[in-house]
């Protein structure tokens, strides 16, 4: 079951979505105000597409939540250097919404860069124009586990 949070923020993001939405198939990026999700925007990412041939993703915005899970810190440098570790597992759920065009709730785990167990649950919503998605506006809550491997190794 959801914790309250978890409930808020993703039916808030799917609630925005679609109301940015409106008649059209999904918003567009410019469409996405931060200033709307204030108290969410930390836990919050944008993600581009440049090339749609291309299984290729260009992170514009990751919020400060989000850097927490993957111990990245304060930003340095272009975004989309910091999650290159494990974009491979998160690339499956973005490859869903570039391929069915729909919002995705999804949960799983991975690794961060401090080697710590992170769940997480987050809402990947496409944004484009017409049935084509140039980005991914997404929310993720998560919990870090500590897991202390040294007895196991003894």
């Not at 469409?31 to 299984?55: G, K």
């Not at 974009?87 to 080697?115: C, D, H, Q």
Request: one cysteine or more.
């Amino acid at each position: 079951m959801l914790s309250p949070m978890e409930r808020r923020v993703t039916l808030r993001l799917l609630a925005y979505w679609e109301k940015m939405r409106r008649d059209r198939a999904m918003p567009d990026v410019p469409d996405i105000n931060s200033a709307d999700l204030e108290d969410l925007w930390d836990s919050c990412f944008l993600v581009h597409i440049p090339d749609p041939a291309q299984e290729d993703y260009h992170y514009s915005y990751l919020g400060q939540a989000i850097r927490e899970a993957y111990r990245f810190g304060e930003a340095k440098g272009d975004s989309q250097e910091l999650v290159l570790p494990v974009i491979g597992k998160l690339a499956t759920g973005y490859n869903k919404v570039r391929a069915t065009a729909k919002p995705l709730l999804e949960e799983g785990e991975f690794r961060n860069l401090s080697n710590q167990l992170v769940r997480y649950r987050q809402c990947l919503l496409p944004l484009g124009e017409k049935e084509e998605v140039r980005a991914i506006f997404g929310g993720m809550l998560f919990r870090i586990f500590t897991v202390d491997l040294a007895p196991a190794l003894q």
